[in-house]
């Protein structure tokens, strides 16, 4: 990951413009941004799977992973749910206003590694956001990889994010098994929780299969569990971590996890390395 | 560093020098203060030995020293005149080097939006004086997290890189001393510019390098004898055998990680108070917090970097909630961290042995028990 590229200075703030702001659901918004002045050197690269930190004069700074595809040369996407102050007040700014990003950083999926395998990813709610990413870049890549599989879980049929891409993704080679908490009348999909579709998915090859999970904690930890009941061990699932973070370059110390900073460490972190750690409480 | 591309060969150090009588020790804040370095050593205020900008000898804490237990610091005349006879104080020189406050960034409200610059101010050129062992260690342990990582803090590099370090090599250790268990002292063997052992009659001085060799040509020293050697050795080795804290490091890493569903961590932290004294007063603590700071006429808000602490129940908010809700989370947190974790990240312990940490806890938590607690009775 970021191999050779020189770190991008901690405290730089970019000037962005909100270019588009495309509404998805009840409190959740993707934020197209570009660079209000001259771009810095490494333009809009980034992995899929890391974040920036969006920066609100007078307000502050959140943490939020990019959303669109990362070979785009026209502006970052972040897809944002209403949750803090930060998000709230980026709600009222509209198309042309400015903000300010710090970025990207932190460990995302090393999707290059997983070539020759099945992909299995697992999202909950808004935790499809930062895999988004990966699954444009799985399907450029389709040939090089094996059976992939989007098993997305939301709490009602009208909340599953991105729902108008899932038929292009289908008819490209990725299979969506999206199931809801509540069904409405309408709703003829699933019910229940992810792990019952990864606990009856066809697995032909544990050994080679991948699994990639962003959600809620305990839907990730509960995700690794059924991947290990299936034979795919703890160091063939990766999960993307939350915490508190302030730097975003490991000096502040909020997001700690044990050995790791999440926000250098990951926020991407293979399943092996932190499991024990999340299953210790207040840690 | 030579440029013939070979790596320097290790010359045999210069021989140590002598100066006396004390009252020349003047001479090197002189000429400190003439190379145009702000000089900071150890002053009295406020009943305590604390680290500030002082220009004479006589602002040093001669005839004082401290007295220290869990919980507990006195100042004390001492019965001889020693100038350097006391151990570590409430300060650290991290204050000098990682400010509690730093300005990090502004936003200037723009016709369009809003313009960004980064702050950079111009620190300046600091002497520390009388550095001790530990804390030349301590200023290691933050090298390599502010200075050797994949990103570097560029406030905490250039103070570092220009201070000069005019080390006092221990003569006594407090009774929170452990130096000798984490091997960071009491002798300073590297990383100062000036070292020198306090003899009643004299300072032995040894250069640690060509910055320092070039401060005491200024200064009226000759070559030490070895009975000045001698006396000096002698006084080192005081603070080596009156050194009874010990801290049981074996394996330490792999215990604490190993016992964090421990009791003790419960015991301990219906004890403590979560003050966060022992962040503030720890030399390695580095934990920050960003603060918006506006100014209300002109709608400027500058960025403001805060020294902040594990123990702070907010530290750890995610989505409104702390992740660490409760006291012995916190110090199990900053334990752990401390003694086990930063090894994983910073390939060394996060303690040094200075024990202030110990000293300032207003309710004596002492941290080489609480893992003597933890090792007794381990998982």
């Known amino acids: 990951m970021n191999s050779g590229a020189p770190p991008v200075p901690p405290w730089q703030i970019h000037p962005m413009r909100i270019a588009g702001i495309q509404r998805e659901l009840e409190g959740v918004a993707t934020y197209s941004l570009v660079f209000a002045g001259p771009p810095p050197p490494r333009g809009y690269q980034s992995e899929p799977g890391q974040f920036n930190m969006l920066y609100l004069p007078g307000v502050g700074e959140a943490a939020i992973s990019l959303s669109g595809d990362h070979r785009r040369t026209d502006g970052w996407q972040h897809t944002i749910r209403l949750a803090g102050r930060v998000t709230r007040t980026l709600s009222r700014l509209d198309v042309g206003d400015q903000i300010g990003v710090r970025g990207p950083f932190g460990r995302g999926w090393p999707v290059d590694d997983w070539r020759g395998n099945d992909v299995v990813l697992v999202a909950g709610g808004i935790g499809l956001a930062p895999m988004r990413p990966i699954i444009y870049e799985l399907l450029r890549r389709r040939s090089e990889y094996g059976r992939l599989t989007l098993i997305y879980g939301a709490r009602t049929p009208s909340t599953l994010l991105y729902h108008t891409e899932y038929p292009a993704w289908e008819s490209q080679g990725l299979t969506v098994l999206a199931t809801v908490d509540r069904a409405t009348l309408d709703w003829t999909g699933h019910l229940g929780v992810v792990t019952l579709l990864l606990d009856r998915l066809h697995l032909p090859q544990p050994e080679t299969t991948v699994v990639a999970a962003c959600g809620p904690e305990v839907m990730m930890q509960y995700t690794a569990a059924s991947a290990a009941a299936r034979g795919i061990s703890a160091d063939r699932v990766w999960i993307s971590l939350e915490r508190n973070m302030q730097c975003a370059v490991g000096f502040c110390g909020h997001c700690q996890l044990g050995p790791q900073f999440i926000c250098q460490d990951g926020p991407v972190l293979r399943y092996d390395r932190v499991c024990s750690l999340l299953k210790v409480e207040a840690l | ?379």
Not at chain 2, 91 to 98: A, D, G, R, T
Not at chain 2, 204 to 230: I, Q
Not at chain 2, 262 to 268: D, G, N, T, Y
Not at chain 2, 296 to 315: A, I, P
């Open chain 2, 1 to 379: 560093m030579s440029n013939t591309g070979h790596p320097e060969v290790a010359e045999s150090l210069p021989p140590p020098l002598w100066l006396s009588p004390k009252d020349r020790f003047q001479q090197v804040i002189d000429e400190l203060r003439q190379q145009g370095y702000t000089v900071v050593g150890p002053t009295i205020s406020q009943q305590a030995i604390v680290y500030d900008e002082i220009d004479r000898i006589e602002q040093l804490p001669r005839g004082w020293t401290d007295v220290q237990g869990a919980g507990v610091y006195r100042l004390q005349q001492r019965q001889d005149e020693s100038w350097f006879g006391y151990v570590v104080g409430p300060h650290s020189w991290k204050k000098f080097l990682y400010p509690p406050i730093l300005r990090l960034s502004a936003a200037t409200p723009t016709a369009s939006g809003w313009q960004f610059d980064r702050l950079t101010d111009d620190p300046p050129r600091y002497a520390f004086l009388g550095v001790r062992s530990c804390e030349i260690a301590a200023m290691e342990v933050q090298d390599r997290v502010l200075m050797q990582g994949a990103y570097i803090d560029d406030a905490y590099r250039r103070r570092r890189e220009e201070a000069f370090l005019l080390a006092v090599n221990c003569t006594l250790s407090g009774a929170n001393c452990f130096c000798t268990s984490m091997q960071t002292g009491p002798r300073c063997t590297a990383g100062f510019d000036l070292a020198i052992t306090e003899t009643p009659e004299g300072f032995v001085v040894e250069t640690g390098s060509a910055r320092g060799r070039d401060v005491v040509a200024a200064c009226d020293v000759r070559p030490a004898t070895k009975a000045e050697l001698a006396a000096a050795a002698a006084a080192q080795q005081q603070a080596v055998d009156q050194q009874t804290k010990r801290l049981d490091t074996a394996d330490l890493p792999r215990l604490l990680m190993a016992n964090l569903d421990h009791p003790r961590w419960q015991e301990v932290g219906n004890r403590c108070l979560s003050c966060t004294n022992c962040t503030m007063v720890c030399p390695t603590c580095f934990c920050c917090s960003v603060e918006e700071v506006p100014d209300l006429n002109s709608g400027r808000v500058e960025r403001q970097r805060k020294w902040d602490s594990c123990f702070h129940e907010e530290f750890s908010n995610l989505n409104g909630r702390p992740v660490r809700p409760d006291i012995p989370s916190r110090y199990r947190q900053w334990l752990t961290h401390k003694l086990a974790t930063w090894h994983d990240q910073f390939g060394t312990s996060g303690c040094v042995g200075c024990g202030r940490c110990i000293t300032w806890c207003p309710v004596g938590i002492d941290l080489t028990e609480e893992v003597a607690a933890l090792r007794e009775t381990t998982a």
